[in-house]
Protein backbone atom coordinates (compact mmCIF):
# COMPACT_ATOMS: atom_id res chain seq x y z
CA UNK A 1 0.00 0.00 0.00
CA UNK A 2 1.32 3.26 -0.91
CA UNK A 3 2.17 6.83 0.95
CA UNK A 4 -1.37 8.77 1.47
CA UNK A 5 -1.04 11.04 -0.34
CA UNK A 6 -1.47 15.40 -0.37
CA UNK A 7 -5.52 15.31 0.21
CA UNK A 8 -5.37 12.16 2.67
CA UNK A 9 -2.93 14.57 4.95
CA UNK A 10 -4.60 17.46 4.34
CA UNK A 11 -7.84 15.79 5.54
CA UNK A 12 -6.16 14.35 8.43
CA UNK A 13 -5.21 17.48 9.37
CA UNK A 14 -8.55 19.32 8.93
CA UNK A 15 -9.95 16.50 11.65
CA UNK A 16 -7.46 17.30 13.70
CA UNK A 17 -8.13 21.25 13.74
CA UNK A 18 -11.43 20.29 14.57
CA UNK A 19 -10.56 18.36 17.58
CA UNK A 20 -8.28 21.16 18.82
CA UNK A 21 -11.18 23.44 18.39
CA UNK A 22 -13.17 21.39 20.07
CA UNK A 23 -10.31 20.63 23.26
CA UNK A 24 -9.24 24.54 23.61
CA UNK A 25 -13.30 25.42 23.68
CA UNK A 26 -13.85 22.27 26.13
CA UNK A 27 -10.87 24.08 28.59
CA UNK A 28 -12.52 27.71 27.64
CA UNK A 29 -15.88 26.41 28.87
CA UNK A 30 -13.53 25.04 32.49
CA UNK A 31 -11.85 28.50 32.70
CA UNK A 32 -15.17 29.83 32.86
CA UNK A 33 -15.98 28.11 35.60
CA UNK A 34 -13.34 28.49 37.73
CA UNK A 35 -13.26 32.50 36.67
CA UNK A 36 -16.78 32.06 38.49
CA UNK A 37 -15.24 30.25 41.77
CA UNK A 38 -13.02 32.58 41.93
CA UNK A 39 -14.97 35.11 41.22
CA UNK A 40 -17.45 34.63 44.40
CA UNK A 41 -14.38 34.56 46.66
CA UNK A 42 -12.73 37.49 45.74
CA UNK A 43 -9.57 35.74 44.67
CA UNK A 44 -7.04 37.41 41.46
CA UNK A 45 -7.95 35.65 38.41
CA UNK A 46 -4.32 35.95 36.62
CA UNK A 47 -2.06 33.25 39.19
CA UNK A 48 1.71 33.51 37.96
CA UNK A 49 2.54 30.33 39.92
CA UNK A 50 -0.04 28.26 38.34
CA UNK A 51 0.53 29.36 34.92
CA UNK A 52 4.39 28.02 35.45
CA UNK A 53 2.82 24.79 36.88
CA UNK A 54 1.02 24.24 34.01
CA UNK A 55 3.44 25.04 31.34
CA UNK A 56 6.24 22.85 33.17
CA UNK A 57 3.70 19.80 33.07
CA UNK A 58 3.21 20.65 29.05
CA UNK A 59 6.52 21.18 28.36
CA UNK A 60 7.43 17.87 30.27
CA UNK A 61 5.25 16.14 28.43
CA UNK A 62 6.38 17.34 25.15
CA UNK A 63 7.54 15.04 22.77
CA UNK A 64 8.74 16.95 19.79
CA UNK A 65 8.74 18.21 17.03
CA UNK A 66 8.42 21.23 17.99
CA UNK A 67 11.01 23.17 20.85
CA UNK A 68 9.81 23.81 24.56
CA UNK A 69 10.08 27.41 24.05
CA UNK A 70 7.68 27.33 20.93
CA UNK A 71 5.12 25.27 22.97
CA UNK A 72 5.20 27.54 25.42
CA UNK A 73 4.54 30.53 23.38
CA UNK A 74 1.69 28.65 21.88
CA UNK A 75 -0.26 28.15 25.41
CA UNK A 76 0.91 31.43 26.87
CA UNK A 77 -1.57 32.64 24.08
CA UNK A 78 -4.57 29.97 25.33
CA UNK A 79 -4.10 31.16 28.94
CA UNK A 80 -3.92 34.73 27.96
CA UNK A 81 -7.20 34.08 25.56
CA UNK A 82 -8.71 32.14 29.05
CA UNK A 83 -7.84 35.30 31.26
CA UNK A 84 -9.69 37.45 28.84
CA UNK A 85 -12.55 35.60 28.80
CA UNK A 86 -12.91 35.31 32.52
CA UNK A 87 -12.38 38.92 32.86
CA UNK A 88 -14.80 39.41 29.96
CA UNK A 89 -17.39 37.50 32.16
CA UNK A 90 -17.41 39.17 35.26
CA UNK A 91 -17.87 42.73 33.23
CA UNK A 92 -20.62 40.98 32.01
CA UNK A 93 -21.87 40.28 35.05
CA UNK A 94 -21.84 44.04 36.61
CA UNK A 95 -25.11 45.74 37.08
CA UNK A 96 -23.53 48.90 36.05
CA UNK A 97 -21.98 47.08 33.12
CA UNK A 98 -23.12 48.47 29.46
CA UNK A 99 -23.20 44.44 28.62
CA UNK A 100 -25.68 44.03 31.17
CA UNK A 101 -27.70 46.88 30.22
CA UNK A 102 -27.75 48.23 26.70
CA UNK A 103 -29.90 50.96 27.62
CA UNK A 104 -28.36 54.79 28.88
CA UNK A 105 -29.24 55.09 32.66
CA UNK A 106 -31.14 58.33 33.13
CA UNK A 107 -30.65 60.23 36.61
CA UNK A 108 -33.53 62.53 37.31
CA UNK A 109 -32.41 65.40 39.57
CA UNK A 110 -35.34 68.08 40.11
CA UNK A 111 -36.74 67.72 36.87
CA UNK A 112 -33.37 67.69 35.08
CA UNK A 113 -32.83 64.40 33.56
CA UNK A 114 -28.90 63.38 33.67
CA UNK A 115 -27.52 61.03 31.00
CA UNK A 116 -30.32 62.01 28.55
CA UNK A 117 -28.19 63.05 25.96
CA UNK A 118 -28.27 66.93 26.88
CA UNK A 119 -25.21 68.20 29.54
CA UNK A 120 -26.56 69.13 32.39
CA UNK A 121 -24.45 71.75 34.87
CA UNK A 122 -23.50 71.88 38.58
CA UNK A 123 -22.45 75.10 39.95
CA UNK A 124 -21.77 76.01 43.34
CA UNK A 125 -19.31 77.18 46.36
CA UNK A 126 -16.88 74.22 47.27
CA UNK A 127 -17.96 74.85 51.42
CA UNK A 128 -21.23 76.65 52.76
CA UNK A 129 -20.36 79.21 54.64
CA UNK A 130 -23.53 80.74 55.48
CA UNK A 131 -26.70 81.69 54.07
CA UNK A 132 -26.40 84.60 52.48
CA UNK A 133 -23.38 83.36 50.46
CA UNK A 134 -25.09 80.12 49.36
CA UNK A 135 -28.41 82.36 48.59
CA UNK A 136 -25.84 84.81 46.33
CA UNK A 137 -24.92 81.80 44.11
CA UNK A 138 -28.01 80.57 43.69
CA UNK A 139 -29.15 83.34 42.52
CA UNK A 140 -26.78 83.91 40.05
CA UNK A 141 -27.29 80.14 38.88
CA UNK A 142 -31.28 80.35 38.40
CA UNK A 143 -30.96 83.44 36.35
CA UNK A 144 -29.20 81.53 33.70
CA UNK A 145 -32.50 79.33 34.07
CA UNK A 146 -30.02 76.19 35.20
CA UNK A 147 -31.50 73.92 38.55
CA UNK A 148 -29.09 72.11 40.33
CA UNK A 149 -26.88 73.74 43.15
CA UNK A 150 -23.99 72.27 44.94
CA UNK A 151 -22.34 72.82 47.94
CA UNK A 152 -20.12 71.44 50.64
CA UNK A 153 -21.63 70.59 54.43
CA UNK A 154 -19.30 68.21 55.45
CA UNK A 155 -15.78 68.38 54.11
CA UNK A 156 -13.33 66.06 54.41
CA UNK A 157 -9.60 67.74 54.31
CA UNK A 158 -6.26 66.79 54.01
CA UNK A 159 -5.29 68.95 57.14
CA UNK A 160 -7.11 67.89 60.35
CA UNK A 161 -6.66 72.00 61.07
CA UNK A 162 -8.83 72.99 57.82
CA UNK A 163 -12.11 74.17 57.91
CA UNK A 164 -14.30 70.69 57.64
CA UNK A 165 -17.45 72.61 56.98
CA UNK A 166 -20.49 73.42 58.76
CA UNK A 167 -22.61 69.75 58.77
CA UNK A 168 -25.81 69.71 59.42
CA UNK A 169 -26.45 73.34 59.81
CA UNK A 170 -24.62 73.19 56.41
CA UNK A 171 -27.25 70.92 54.98
CA UNK A 172 -29.76 73.02 56.54
CA UNK A 173 -28.78 76.31 54.96
CA UNK A 174 -28.66 74.31 51.61
CA UNK A 175 -32.18 73.35 51.93
CA UNK A 176 -33.89 76.95 52.95
CA UNK A 177 -31.90 77.70 49.71
CA UNK A 178 -32.88 75.27 47.62
CA UNK A 179 -36.89 75.51 48.64
CA UNK A 180 -36.75 79.22 47.96
CA UNK A 181 -35.13 79.56 44.83
CA UNK A 182 -36.07 76.32 43.22
CA UNK A 183 -32.96 74.22 42.81
CA UNK A 184 -32.29 70.45 43.65
CA UNK A 185 -28.67 70.54 45.55
CA UNK A 186 -26.00 67.59 45.95
CA UNK A 187 -23.87 67.59 48.67
CA UNK A 188 -21.27 64.92 50.50
CA UNK A 189 -21.62 63.11 53.34
CA UNK A 190 -18.68 61.50 54.90
CA UNK A 191 -20.56 58.61 57.14
CA UNK A 192 -23.51 56.22 56.72
CA UNK A 193 -25.01 58.09 60.18
CA UNK A 194 -25.09 60.86 58.23
CA UNK A 195 -27.53 59.69 55.30
CA UNK A 196 -30.72 59.75 57.76
CA UNK A 197 -30.42 63.71 57.47
CA UNK A 198 -29.09 63.73 54.17
CA UNK A 199 -32.19 62.54 53.57
CA UNK A 200 -34.51 65.31 54.30
CA UNK A 201 -32.10 68.19 53.36
CA UNK A 202 -30.48 67.45 49.48
CA UNK A 203 -31.61 66.00 46.00
CA UNK A 204 -28.20 64.61 45.68
CA UNK A 205 -25.82 62.23 47.75
CA UNK A 206 -22.83 62.82 46.87
CA UNK A 207 -19.28 60.53 47.85
CA UNK A 208 -16.50 62.64 47.71
CA UNK A 209 -13.14 61.25 46.08
CA UNK A 210 -11.49 60.45 49.71
CA UNK A 211 -14.52 57.80 50.17
CA UNK A 212 -14.72 56.48 47.26
CA UNK A 213 -13.75 53.22 48.60
CA UNK A 214 -15.52 53.48 51.88
CA UNK A 215 -17.16 50.32 51.03
CA UNK A 216 -19.28 50.64 53.83
CA UNK A 217 -20.11 53.88 52.86
CA UNK A 218 -21.11 53.19 49.40
CA UNK A 219 -23.30 49.96 50.72
CA UNK A 220 -25.42 52.32 53.06
CA UNK A 221 -25.88 54.92 50.39
CA UNK A 222 -26.78 51.87 48.16
CA UNK A 223 -29.88 50.67 50.59
CA UNK A 224 -31.85 54.25 49.88
CA UNK A 225 -34.09 55.86 47.31
CA UNK A 226 -31.55 58.62 46.29
CA UNK A 227 -29.54 59.64 43.19
CA UNK A 228 -25.90 59.27 44.28
CA UNK A 229 -22.84 61.26 42.79
CA UNK A 230 -19.76 59.26 43.02
CA UNK A 231 -16.21 60.59 42.35
CA UNK A 232 -13.36 58.98 41.59
CA UNK A 233 -10.70 58.16 43.60
CA UNK A 234 -7.29 60.73 43.99
CA UNK A 235 -5.45 57.54 42.46
CA UNK A 236 -8.20 54.80 41.40
CA UNK A 237 -8.32 53.03 38.11
CA UNK A 238 -11.03 52.71 36.04
CA UNK A 239 -11.70 49.42 37.25
CA UNK A 240 -12.16 50.04 40.84
CA UNK A 241 -14.20 53.45 39.87
CA UNK A 242 -16.47 51.25 38.43
CA UNK A 243 -16.27 48.80 41.15
CA UNK A 244 -17.27 51.39 43.50
CA UNK A 245 -20.29 51.99 41.47
CA UNK A 246 -21.20 48.39 41.40
CA UNK A 247 -21.04 48.08 45.29
CA UNK A 248 -23.57 50.65 45.52
CA UNK A 249 -25.98 49.32 43.10
CA UNK A 250 -25.92 45.79 44.19
CA UNK A 251 -27.38 47.11 47.33
CA UNK A 252 -29.84 48.21 45.04
CA UNK A 253 -29.49 51.87 44.25
CA UNK A 254 -29.49 52.06 40.44
CA UNK A 255 -29.41 56.17 40.46
CA UNK A 256 -25.99 56.48 39.80
CA UNK A 257 -24.16 59.66 38.29
CA UNK A 258 -20.31 58.82 37.94
CA UNK A 259 -18.05 61.85 38.31
CA UNK A 260 -14.42 62.04 36.99
CA UNK A 261 -12.68 64.65 38.81
CA UNK A 262 -9.17 64.11 38.09
CA UNK A 263 -6.21 61.74 39.68
CA UNK A 264 -3.42 62.20 41.12
CA UNK A 265 0.11 62.04 38.80
CA UNK A 266 3.68 63.27 38.84
CA UNK A 267 2.21 66.49 36.87
CA UNK A 268 2.70 69.58 39.40
CA UNK A 269 0.69 72.14 36.81
CA UNK A 270 -2.58 71.41 37.72
CA UNK A 271 -3.76 70.18 40.83
CA UNK A 272 -4.63 67.00 39.63
CA UNK A 273 -4.66 65.90 35.87
CA UNK A 274 -7.99 65.66 34.42
CA UNK A 275 -8.51 61.98 33.17
CA UNK A 276 -10.42 62.97 29.83
CA UNK A 277 -10.45 59.97 28.10
CA UNK A 278 -12.34 58.79 31.00
CA UNK A 279 -15.51 60.04 29.60
CA UNK A 280 -15.60 57.71 26.63
CA UNK A 281 -14.53 54.97 28.56
CA UNK A 282 -17.04 54.91 31.16
CA UNK A 283 -19.73 55.22 29.03
CA UNK A 284 -18.72 52.79 26.71
CA UNK A 285 -17.91 50.45 29.47
CA UNK A 286 -21.18 51.40 31.77
CA UNK A 287 -24.83 52.34 30.93
CA UNK A 288 -24.38 55.85 33.87
CA UNK A 289 -24.33 59.01 33.11
CA UNK A 290 -20.73 60.58 33.67
CA UNK A 291 -20.07 64.34 34.92
CA UNK A 292 -16.70 66.02 35.06
CA UNK A 293 -15.73 68.67 37.66
CA UNK A 294 -13.43 71.02 36.06
CA UNK A 295 -12.60 72.82 39.64
CA UNK A 296 -10.73 69.99 41.45
CA UNK A 297 -9.41 68.42 38.64
CA UNK A 298 -7.31 71.80 37.39
CA UNK A 299 -7.55 73.29 40.42
CA UNK A 300 -7.31 76.72 38.16
CA UNK A 301 -9.74 79.26 37.23
CA UNK A 302 -7.99 79.61 33.98
CA UNK A 303 -8.11 75.87 32.49
CA UNK A 304 -11.98 75.51 33.85
CA UNK A 305 -13.41 76.77 30.13
CA UNK A 306 -11.06 74.82 27.81
CA UNK A 307 -11.84 71.53 30.41
CA UNK A 308 -15.75 72.11 29.88
CA UNK A 309 -15.43 72.12 26.68
CA UNK A 310 -12.95 69.36 25.94
CA UNK A 311 -15.64 68.00 28.45
CA UNK A 312 -18.53 68.28 26.49
CA UNK A 313 -17.02 67.33 23.18
CA UNK A 314 -16.22 64.14 24.40
CA UNK A 315 -19.22 63.39 25.62
CA UNK A 316 -20.06 64.15 29.13
CA UNK A 317 -23.20 63.95 30.59
CA UNK A 318 -22.48 67.34 32.57
CA UNK A 319 -20.22 69.93 34.44
CA UNK A 320 -19.51 70.63 37.38
CA UNK A 321 -17.42 73.85 38.72
CA UNK A 322 -17.06 75.90 41.75
CA UNK A 323 -18.67 79.46 42.24
CA UNK A 324 -18.61 81.95 45.38
CA UNK A 325 -19.43 85.00 45.67
CA UNK A 326 -15.70 86.31 47.11
CA UNK A 327 -13.73 83.84 46.91
CA UNK A 328 -10.62 85.59 47.95
CA UNK A 329 -12.55 84.98 51.51
CA UNK A 330 -13.23 81.46 50.70
CA UNK A 331 -12.86 78.93 53.82
CA UNK A 332 -11.76 76.45 51.22
CA UNK A 333 -10.25 76.23 48.31
CA UNK A 334 -10.10 79.79 47.37
CA UNK A 335 -8.01 80.06 44.46
CA UNK A 336 -9.97 77.89 42.45
CA UNK A 337 -13.53 79.14 42.45
CA UNK A 338 -14.59 81.22 40.22
CA UNK A 339 -16.56 85.04 41.52
CA UNK A 340 -19.90 86.05 40.01
CA UNK A 341 -18.43 88.04 37.04
CA UNK A 342 -16.02 85.04 35.89
CA UNK A 343 -19.02 82.76 36.75
CA UNK A 344 -20.74 85.28 33.88
CA UNK A 345 -18.07 84.97 31.37
CA UNK A 346 -17.74 81.48 31.62
CA UNK A 347 -21.55 80.65 31.20
CA UNK A 348 -21.50 83.21 28.31
CA UNK A 349 -18.77 81.20 26.74
CA UNK A 350 -20.51 77.85 27.32
CA UNK A 351 -23.12 79.19 25.54
CA UNK A 352 -21.44 80.22 22.37
CA UNK A 353 -19.58 77.11 22.07
CA UNK A 354 -22.57 75.68 20.34
CA UNK A 355 -21.90 72.50 22.39
CA UNK A 356 -24.97 72.95 24.31
CA UNK A 357 -28.67 73.70 23.23
CA UNK A 358 -30.34 77.04 24.15
CA UNK A 359 -32.61 75.55 26.44
CA UNK A 360 -29.61 74.03 28.67
CA UNK A 361 -30.26 73.28 32.32
Known sequence: MGNPNLEELRAQVDALNIEVLEAINKRANLVQ????????????????VRERQMLNAITDANKGPFEDSTIEKLFKEIFKAGLELQEDDNSKALLVSRKNKKEDTIVPVNGVPIGNGTPTFVFGPCSVESYEQVATVAGAVRDKGLKLLRGGAFKPRTSPYDFQGLGVEGLQILKRVADEFGLGVISEIVTPRDIEVALDHIDVI??????MQNFEL????????????LKRGLSATIEEFVGAAEYIMAQGNSQIILCERGIRTYEKATRNTLDISAVPILKQETHLPVMVDVTHSTGRKDLLLPCAKAALAIGADGVMAEVHPDPAVALSDAAQQMNLKEFDAFWEEILKSKLVPENIQ
Open 218 to 229: LKAVGQVDKPIL
Open 33 to 48: EIGKIKGMQGVIRFDP
Open 206 to 211: QIGARN
